[in-house]
C-alpha cells in the first residue's frame, strides 16, 4: 500500500460540483479581483475566526507584510521572532525594512520559547511575531504580558493554524492581528495563492483595506503608498465552500495525530507534545529521529511519502547571512532542524494507511544504525 503525503484531488473531490457552480456565478459577474466573493469570505471567516475583521489579500506572505505595516514597524526597527519557520516569517520583517532579531524555540512545543524574549527587547525592537508552528498555538500569555510591558505590538503568524485554539480562544485573535496562508496544502487552502489577515483593531484593518488595493479608498483617490495584494474572487468562493468542513477536517487530523501517538509509542521517536493550553490542528504531523535524510528515503522507497519542515532554520539560510546570526547560538532550533521528519497528514487519511505508515516507519529505524533517540521530551 503506497501513502501519500498529501492528497487534495481526494479532499477536493466531493466538493467540485459546488466549486464549478460557484465558478460559474464569479465568472458570470466578472468579479475576479477583490469584489463581493471576497468581502462574502470576509465576513466568513471573521465570524469562524472570531475577530471584528477579516481581510482577504493575496497570499500569506503579503498578510504578514501588511500587518506589521498597519502595526507600525517601520525601516529601523527590530521585530522579535523565531528561525524556526517558514522563509515567509521574516522577509516580510525585511521587506518592512525592520531587523529580524531570533529568539529559540521551546524544545517540546517548537513555538516562541516566552522565557527568552524578554532578553531580546531593546529600544529598537517595534513587535513580536509568535509562529503558531505546524498548527499548534505559541504559549501566547506570557508573550503578550511582555509586549504590554514594553508596549510592543504581536502579530501572530497563524499561516498553519486554522481553527486553532489557545486556552479557548482563536489564534489570530489573541494580538494585534493575525496572518493566514491559503496555500492549496494548509488545512483550508485555495486553488492557487490567497492569504488573510483577521484583527480586532479597526486602524489596523483600515489599512489593510487600504493596502492590499494599492491603497486606494475609492478608484484613483491614493492616500497611502500601498501594494496590489488584492484577493481574487475564485479563490474566495474555494474558501468560502471549503470552511463549511474546515472545523471537521481539523477534527478529523486531531484523530489522526492521536492514533499516530499510540502506534509510535513504542518507536525511537519524538512525537509532537500537544500543549496543556493548546487545542492544535495538526497541518503538520512532525516527528524527530535520528538519520533523518537516510529514514526519509527509505521510506519513500517504501511507498510511503514524507516531508521535512524545515531542514534549514532560517537563521543559517544564505539569504540571512548578513544578520551574523552565529551557528549554535539557537541550539534547540539547530537541532530540531536536523532531526524533523513529517509523517503524512490530511483528513482523509485511513486507519489502514495510518498503519501502514507506522509499520513501515518501524521498519526503517529497525535497519538505522544505533543509538536511537529517545522515546520522548
Not at 76 to 100: K, L, N, Q, W, Y
Not at 164 to 179: E, F, Q, W
Not at 297 to 314: K, S
Request: net charge negative.
Amino acid at each position: 500500500m503506497k501513502v501519500p503525503f498529501l492528497d487534495l484531488a481526494l479532499h477536493h473531490e466531493p466538493l467540485l460540483p459546488e466549486i464549478r457552480r460557484a465558478f460559474d456565478e464569479v465568472i458570470a459577474s466578472n468579479a475576479f479581483a477583490g469584489g463581493r466573493f471576497v468581502d462574502q469570505f470576509d465576513r466568513e471567516f471573521a465570524e469562524f475566526s472570531g475577530a471584528r475583521h477579516s481581510l482577504g489579500v493575496g497570499n500569506g506572505t503579503d498578510a504578514l507584510w501588511a500587518a506589521l505595516l498597519a502595526v507600525g514597524v517601520k525601516p529601523g526597527d527590530e521585530v522579535i521572532t523565531v528561525s524556526t519557520t517558514f522563509m515567509a516569517t521574516v522577509e516580510a520583517i525585511t521587506h518592512c525594512g525592520a531587523r529580524p532579531v531570533f529568539v529559540d524555540v521551546d524544545e517540546r512545543t517548537y513555538t516562541m520559547d516566552p522565557t527568552l524574549v524578554e532578553a531580546a527587547v531593546t529600544d529598537k525592537t517595534r513587535a513580536i511575531v509568535p509562529v503558531h508552528l505546524f498548527g499548534q498555538p505559541a504559549d501566547m500569555d506570557p508573550i503578550l504580558a511582555i509586549a504590554k510591558k514594553h508596549g510592543l505590538a504581536v502579530v501572530e503568524d497563524a499561516c498553519q493554524a486554522h481553527g486553532a485554539r489557545y486556552k479557548d480562544r482563536p489564534v489570530g485573535t489573541l494580538g494585534d492581528a493575525g496572518c493566514f496562508s491559503f496555500y492549496p496544502g494548509k488545512n483550508l487552502g485555495a486553488f492557487g495563492e490567497a492569504g488573510g489577515v483577521i484583527t480586532n483593531r479597526d486602524d489596523v484593518a483600515d489599512f489593510v483595506r487600504l493596502f492590499r488595493d494599492h491603497g486606494q479608498r475609492k478608484k484613483y483617490d491614493h492616500v497611502l503608498d500601498g501594494w496590489n495584494a488584492r484577493m481574487d474572487g475564485l479563490q474566495a468562493v474555494v474558501l468560502s465552500i471549503k470552511l463549511k468542513h474546515l472545523a471537521r477536517s481539523n477534527e478529523l487530523r486531531r484523530q489522526h495525530a492521536a492514533t499516530y501517538d499510540e502506534l509510535l509509542r513504542e518507536l525511537p521517536v519524538i512525537r509532537p507534545v500537544v500543549a496543556d493550553y493548546a487545542l492544535p490542528v495538526f497541518h503538520i504531523y512532525a516527528i524527530r529521529v535520528d538519520h533523518r535524510d537516510a529514514v526519509l528515503a527509505a521510506m519513500g522507497e517504501a511507498g510511503v511519502a514524507c516531508g521535512i519542515h524545515y531542514p534549514v532554520p532560517v537563521h543559517r539560510m544564505k539569504a540571512y547571512e548578513h544578520l551574523n546570526v552565529p551557528a549554535g547560538s539557537l541550539p534547540v532550533a539547530e537541532k530540531c532542524a536536523d532531526g524533523f521528519l513529517s509523517l503524512p497528514m490530511f483528513p482523509e487519511l485511513t486507519e489502514p494507511q495510518l498503519r501502514r505508515v507506522a509499520t513501515v516507519l518501524a521498519e526503517v529505524l529497525a535497519a538505522q544504525p544505533a543509538p536511537a533517540r529517545p522515546a520522548q521530551v
